[in-house]
């Protein structure tokens, strides 16, 4: 990971000032880097002794750091990792044009390691990752989000990145398709348990803590598993209430605190997490497939980590 | 360019309803598809005869529409091409995100060509675009740009994506550096002379008719070619005018005609044309070590094209 963090703090330079002092700001405000980890540990595992891996890693947090520059401008978000969000910094503008600059990047460095499969398969989670943005925007405000639409959503926002990172490993490997699908079936599977998981510490986690962190994807009018569960499970007075809080975005003192009360009266947390731990259960079946030792140790580790974290 | 627009079209399609809707918007709109012209006579003055080069074409095209896309939102642009701008009818957020699903898309269609080395030059020119938007936010709004600094910014933002569409032609017809460097430096020279002629319009042109789509880069305190020459030759009275209006965006009524009479009493119009014309003539003469023919005809008349938009 020394590598790849080195990689990425060269590649964010640029001799345009603001370029470097923007991505740094994010790059180097701590970041979990899970999922440059992914990359190198599911190539490692095989042997693979070039460089490439580091370099696909390096692109891959390059992609995903893009897509929070350009995620924070969407949902007018004021902090990311604890600290003024770039677009409270530097202005929506120069988000969105670095954001850009990432991503151009992010793809140079891709075509410097030659494998167009790794480039078939990150440019495509590039895409799918915009068109899961996009289906967020149209979930957003909207109380009739089904569960189905929610995970078609987070399986593109956020599982198909991890499935990429994943995948990459064996393709730079020279693996054939029963690794890489296993590979990429992990990455999947922890995608789907590392959102649920974010979605419920959202509202505190399953014991609804209420850190300070709380509340951002309520006040977005952000619609996920757990409201979804409890609005299914809910009153007509709890859907009026779910309904003037995300859709109306009339929001009061107290409000956040009668959703946590509602989430945890339906178990909506709870359950969140439960699901998490079966999308987890998931991924560490698909490194059954993966070679025994200990990159398959760390990717077992990642699963546990992302669970822990709410429990 | 018949099947580039069908491939285009079909490529802005999504199951995401809000994405072939947005895309659509602005490709079936009138742009001049100069760019993918471009890609498509460059490899076919060579008997180039797969389907790669409308590929590339048509990534071009979408690098080029998400680049609008992200600008009209980083520019709080209202209209383009004589339309509202997407921006205004889907706001922001569906902007940014649709612009980064087409720049996938560009990268998912360059893949499929399989060319490395077309997709090494075509993910460099979507770095070098995204930092000359960068350079044009410090630029803007700071009257004391000189030319060197404008003159990077256009190469950056406007010449480096002509060059690059003109050089994956050769590229992908198989053709050694000397065809290669031939037909990127007539795309960067007609990217220059593009841009300049654009500025000039956007102050009447050298006949300083106001036309309706008039003024757009003096409201939005854009430090332009025209700008740049009319400051360096004024009074202190005149830069305290373009100072009140360009860095304060303190604009009054009549301050456009005032901006456009100091423009014609300086010469800053017709000097700007005239540069355009040194950098199409400059294009003219490196389409000479390209191969005579249609498709070399072709590409001169889309300079001429480009300076007659102005004269």
Redesign the interface.
């Known amino acids: 990971m020394g590598d790849v963090n080195e990689l990425i703090l060269s590649k964010a330079g640029?001799?345009?000032?603001?370029?470097p002092e923007i991505a740094k700001h994010l790059i180097s405000s701590g970041g979990k880097r899970l999922r440059p980890m992914l990359t190198l540990a599911c190539a490692d595992m095989f042997g693979y002794e070039g460089k490439g891996h580091v370099t696909l890693a390096a692109s891959v947090e390059f992609m995903h750091t893009a897509t929070l520059l350009?995620d924070d401008?969407?949902d007018e978000s004021d902090m990311r990792r604890g600290k003024l969000a770039a677009r409270k910094l530097w202005g929506?503008?120069?988000s969105?044009?670095?954001g850009?600059?990432l991503?151009?990047?992010a793809?140079?460095m891709?075509?410097d390691v030659?494998s167009?499969e790794a480039?078939?398969i990150l440019?495509?989670a590039?895409?799918?990752?915009?068109?899961g943005?996009?289906?967020q925007?149209?979930a957003a405000k909207n109380i009739a989000t089904s569960e189905a639409d929610y995970l078609r959503v987070i399986e593109a926002k956020t599982a198909a990145l991890f499935a990429a990172a994943a995948e990459v490993g064996p393709v730079i490997a020279g693996q054939g398709e029963a690794m890489k699908q296993a590979a990429r079936s992990y990455g999947m599977e922890l995608g789907y348990a590392f959102q649920l998981v974010d979605d419920a510490l959202d509202y505190g986690g399953s014991s609804a803590d209420l850190g300070k962190d709380v509340g951002d994807d309520f006040r977005e009018g952000k619609i996920t598993l757990p409201v979804v569960l409890a609005i299914a499970r809910g009153t007509d007075a709890d859907r009026a209430f779910w309904k003037r809080c995300l859709e109306g975005e009339d929001i009061a003192d107290g409000d956040l605190e009668q959703a946590i009360e509602l989430l945890k009266k339906y178990d909506a947390l709870a359950e969140t997490v439960e699901r998490a731990r079966a999308y987890g259960g998931n991924a560490l079946k698909a490194l059954e497939t993966l070679p025994a030792g200990p990159h398959n140790d760390a990717l077992a580790d990642a699963v546990a980590f992302c669970i822990s974290r709410v429990s």
Chains 1, 2 share one sequence.
Not at 14 to 19: A, D
Not at 126 to 131: F, G, K, T
């Open positions: 640029s001799n345009v000032e603001l370029i350009h401008v969407v929506n503008q120069a969105v044009l670095v850009d600059y991503l151009g990047q793809f140079k891709m075509v030659g167009l480039l078939r440019s495509t590039s895409a799918v990752i915009a068109e943005e996009v289906l925007l149209g």
